[in-house]
């Protein structure tokens, strides 16, 4: 399975600290704990003796550094997976086939990002988009937000902007206006890049005064990631000049069920984070029950399965590139 090869979000960062947390990811239970260095080690949250769930366990300090202790006989693992102590028997010097199931871990955009399996092609970075390179532009995390749908599907209703002016009246559209303008959109090697989107928006941001014709891009830069970057325009964006940007990422959690957040880079250095966060909870639980009454939850790549216009071409070519990339999870 491809998506096991990927890099995906499964927390905040922050979420992280001294006590061993459950995830989920692509249907496995996960522990994620920080070693005395800080770094964060994922592990399948299945301990390799009988079972137990290392997730209920604690962060030891040892003195060859951190060890995760299982909650049920006490063995400890060393940050490497591989079990330092089993209590029962003092003087066992456990081999080093008695460790726990290791996964890739790295911190990126604020989150904790896992892959399951190493990639052949290399080290590929969790994706990130342009605007995360400007420094001048404040960065800052909405989410997480639990959907009973799956991950292309959210992904797809990202790209949309013919549901702007029902879903989001007032807000991001209106329904007299809801007329999509064609734009262009073609695929690159990790997904698609659309162009040209424009939309006429009543209150496209927290700071918005006035309706706008705003413009976007929206770039697919992963199976379950995206980002749609704003042409800049006095109107739509709080600075000229800057390339403002909504990256959305998602856990794939179960083929049905995900974990969202969105990484704003903006130029508005007013508001608070509070005031940013209510705002994007707003638009985004405006879209959870349309999302989550979606039938089927997984996304039909056969394009026969639903009905399509030329305003969805993003969304086609977007099922055309899982179907090509193989992807299997969250799809059907
Ligand atoms: Fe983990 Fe026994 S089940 S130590
Ligand atoms: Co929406």
């Known amino acids: ?61 040892c003195e060859g550094g951190a060890t995760l202790e299982c ?20 003087d066992f010097v456990p081999p080093a086939t008695h460790r726990t199931t290791v996964h890739e871990a790295r911190e990126a955009h604020g989150l904790v990002w896992v892959r399951l399996e190493a990639a052949e092609a290399g080290d590929e970075a969790p994706p990130a988009f342009a605007a995360e390179a400007d420094p001048r532009l404040r960065k800052l995390n909405c989410g997480p937000y639990e959907v009973e749908t799956s991950a292309p599907r959210l992904v797809e209703n990202f790209l949309d902007m013919a549901h702007f002016g029902f879903v989001h009246e007032g807000w991001l559209g209106a329904r007299e206006m809801a007329a999509i303008d064609d734009y262009r959109v073609e695929p690159t090697p990790r997904g698609l890049l659309a162009t040209g989107c424009k939309a006429w928006q009543p209150q496209s941001t927290v700071h918005s005064t006035a309706p706008a ?24 964006v709080g600075i000229d000049g800057y390339r403002e940007a909504i990256a959305l990422y998602i856990c794939p959690v179960d ?15 007013e508001r608070d984070d509070a005031a940013l966060r ?3 909870d707003t638009i985004f639980l405006q879209d959870k029950p349309v999302l989550e009454s979606q039938r089927p939850r997984r996304l039909p790549l056969d394009l026969r399965a639903e009905l399509h216009t030329v305003a969805d071409k993003a969304s086609s070519l977007y099922r055309r590139h899982l179907k090509t990339r193989g992807i299997t999870f969250g799809v059907c």
């Open 71 to 90: 909650p049920y006989h006490g063995w400890r693992f060393e940050a490497g997976g591989r079990c330092t102590r089993v209590p029962a028997l003092p």
């Open 1 to 61: 399975m491809i998506e096991r090869r990927l890099w995906h979000p499964v927390v905040l960062a922050d979420q992280v600290r001294d006590a061993p947390l459950a995830v989920r990811l692509l249907g496995e239970d996960l522990v994620l704990w920080r070693d005395e260095a800080s770094a964060v080690h994922a592990w399948a949250d299945r301990c390799p003796h009988r079972g137990a769930q290392l997730s209920l366990g604690r962060v030891v300090a």
């Open 278 to 280: 209510a705002f994007q």
């Open 255 to 269: 083929p049905e069920r995900s974990r969202v957040w969105f990484r704003f880079a903006t130029a508005d250095f």
């Open 213 to 236: 014709q705003v413009e976007y891009s929206y770039e697919v830069m992963d199976p379950y990631a995206a980002v749609l970057t704003k042409v800049p325009e006095a109107a739509s």
